[in-house]
């Protein structure tokens, strides 16, 4: 029977990152997945913003997302220079626009709630907005700039997570696993092929799949993906609006692609695109910035984003021994990938981590005390 140090279970950025971080402090580490990247990963949008993804009263995730803004300049950079390749990254800020009074009140209200908060928000008229952006409609009126709300390509960062893994020794097995556990504990996975793998420490990354260890529930998203022609992008800065109360969100990649999103369904496991949706998400980029009628559509495409009970991820011991999850990012992942793998590399080596990512203990659900003591003990 096969044994290593780690087993990760799922290749999405999340998973990938862990993988790639435990190598790195010297760790055997396998991570399994049928299809890598394949999950929310390859829906992802890559905004990188604990602003304006705010929503009323989630306090611990502002706290937790700001942290994880700071960190990601340094995190990408880490990442692009151990995989040898670029990420994406793009520090270009973000625009909130209105396109009616009620939009503008609604606007003006969040960004007291925000002002509040401490954060780095400014009012912008109509006419500020279209400076800033000159292809958005002229009937948007207002505006909110968050200057600190960046964004990453989340394939690009993909890639270079998994050359950074790679070129530290980390191997990936193109099968499900789920986890094995003997006398209460976590003691490998069996893998799709029937084989087991054993190790004393198996990390769960399955996103909105890992079910049957945490309290985790798809939440689909569908997205567009849409080019712009060389030399004449629509918009420099990720732009966001609300159009016929639905949000809408536009972001512009130096490569020219421009990703629409995205629909928040509680459907269950459904990956079918429809019509409807993509109408609408096409539609409503229109109103913002009517330009996008003329650009090419290159892919629409329809994930399971892990949704969790308060919207918090589950970062810390399982509810056996030996068992690390790391789930639940729900509409945060690529954002949160970094101080995740960071805290779960530091909790296999039985080290402290961040208050803020303390904050996210899979034990606020539930009392796993013994696994809680025991997992850090390779
Ligand atoms: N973070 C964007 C989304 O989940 O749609």
Known sequence: MQSCDVVVLGGGIVGTACAWRLAERGRRVVL???????????AAAGMLAPVSELHHGERELLDLSLLAAAGFRRYAAEAGAAGGAGTGYRDCGTLLVALDAGDRARLAEVRRAQELLGLDVQALTGRECRRLEPFLDPAVSGGTLVRGDHQVDPRRLLGALRSAAAAHGV?????RGEVLVEDGRAV?????DGSALRAPLVVLATGARAQEHAPVRPVKGQVARLRMPA???????TVRGVVRDRDVYLVPREDGELVVGATSEDRGFDETVTAGAVHDLLRDAQALVPGTSELELVEVLARSRPGSPDNL???GPGDVPGLLLAVGHHRNGVLLS??????VAALADGEPIAPEVA???????????AAREEVGVL
């Open 32 to 42: 399994a997945d049928p299809d890598p990247g394949g999950g929310a990963s390859r």
């Open 171 to 175: 191997r990936t097995v193109p099968l």
């Open 188 to 192: 490998g996975v069996r893998l799709g």
């Open 231 to 237: 030399g004449q992008h629509l918009l420099q800065r």
């Open 313 to 315: 991820p589950l970062i």
């Open 338 to 343: 970094g101080v995740t793998a960071e805290a």
């Open 359 to 369: 904050a996210c203990d899979p034990g606020r659900f539930g009392s796993r005390t």
